[in-house]
């Protein structure tokens, strides 16, 4: 849906996905909405995307709980994790299947965002022949990226990296709406 390959490997995710013409659709309303009424009486979902500690908690940006204070807090984290680790995989077949994109490239700086959209668009017309790769590469690529985040603790940046009350809210009422239809054995 977007590629935003504009930003040096330097720049924090969240300032990245700040300037990103996903949020800015999100935010403005731009892209077709959908909400969600989990819960009677609460805050409508809206759509979102999902974020790493280091990202913004905002309505349509979730990330989990800094530090749980319910079984229910837990049990969202877990299930948002979860979620999060499709992303990474689909990271993973991107990263094996055009290696290039994991390490320094000798370029001009204008070209090298030419270069990793390339990458994308190859990587979907993989998908789309449903061409295979080697999982071993795959999982690798997503181990290196996990020790990666491992190392640099993925930080959140103090000026991208906010809380919004709507955020805590909408996360709220997602937390709520777990801990009421799950089953007690999860």
Same mark, same amino acid.
């Given at each position: 849906?977007?590629?935003?390959?504009?930003?040096?490997?330097?720049?924090?995710?969240?300032?990245?996905?700040?300037?990103?013409?996903?949020?800015?659709?999100?935010?403005?309303?731009?892209?077709?909405?959908?909400?969600?009424?989990?819960?009677?009486?609460?805050?409508?979902?809206?759509?979102?995307?999902?974020?790493?500690?280091?990202?913004?908690?905002?309505?349509?940006?979730?990330?989990?709980?800094?530090?749980?204070?319910?079984?229910?807090?837990?049990?969202?984290?877990?299930?948002?994790?979860?979620?999060?680790? $499709?992303?990474?995989?689909?990271?993973?077949?991107?990263?094996?299947?055009?290696?290039?994109?994991?390490?320094?490239?000798?370029?001009?700086?204008?070209?090298?965002?030419?270069?990793?959209?390339?990458?994308?668009?190859?990587?979907?017309?993989?998908?789309?022949?449903?061409?295979?790769?080697?999982?071993?590469?795959?999982? $690798?690529?997503?181990?290196?990226?996990? $020790?990666?985040?491992?190392?640099?603790?993925?930080?959140?940046?103090?000026?991208?990296?906010?809380?919004?009350?709507?955020?805590?809210?909408?996360?709220?009422?997602?937390?709520?709406?777990?801990?009421?239809?799950?089953?007690?054995?999860?």
């Amino acid at each position: 849906m977007d590629v935003e390959c504009r930003w040096p490997g330097s720049i924090h995710d969240a300032k990245v996905f700040s300037n990103s013409f996903v949020k800015n659709k999100l935010q403005s309303g731009e892209l077709p909405q959908t909400f969600n009424n989990l819960l009677p009486g609460h805050n409508l979902i809206p759509n979102y995307v999902i974020g790493d500690p280091a990202y913004p908690l905002t309505p349509h940006c979730m990330k989990e709980f800094q530090s749980c204070k319910t079984d229910a807090e837990v049990v969202f984290n877990n299930m948002l994790r979860s979620a999060r680790n $499709s992303i990474e995989c689909a990271f993973g077949h991107l990263k094996a299947w055009w290696l290039i994109i994991t390490r320094k490239m000798d370029l001009k700086h204008e070209t090298i965002p030419k270069v990793v959209l390339s990458c994308f668009v190859l990587h979907n017309v993989c998908e789309l022949h449903n061409d295979t790769i080697d999982e071993e590469l795959v999982r $690798s690529q997503v181990a290196r990226k996990r $020790s990666m985040e491992t190392e640099y603790q993925n930080v959140p940046d103090p000026v991208y990296s906010c809380t919004t009350g709507e955020g805590e809210a909408i996360r709220d009422v997602m937390t709520q709406y777990i801990q009421v239809n799950l089953p007690d054995s999860y």
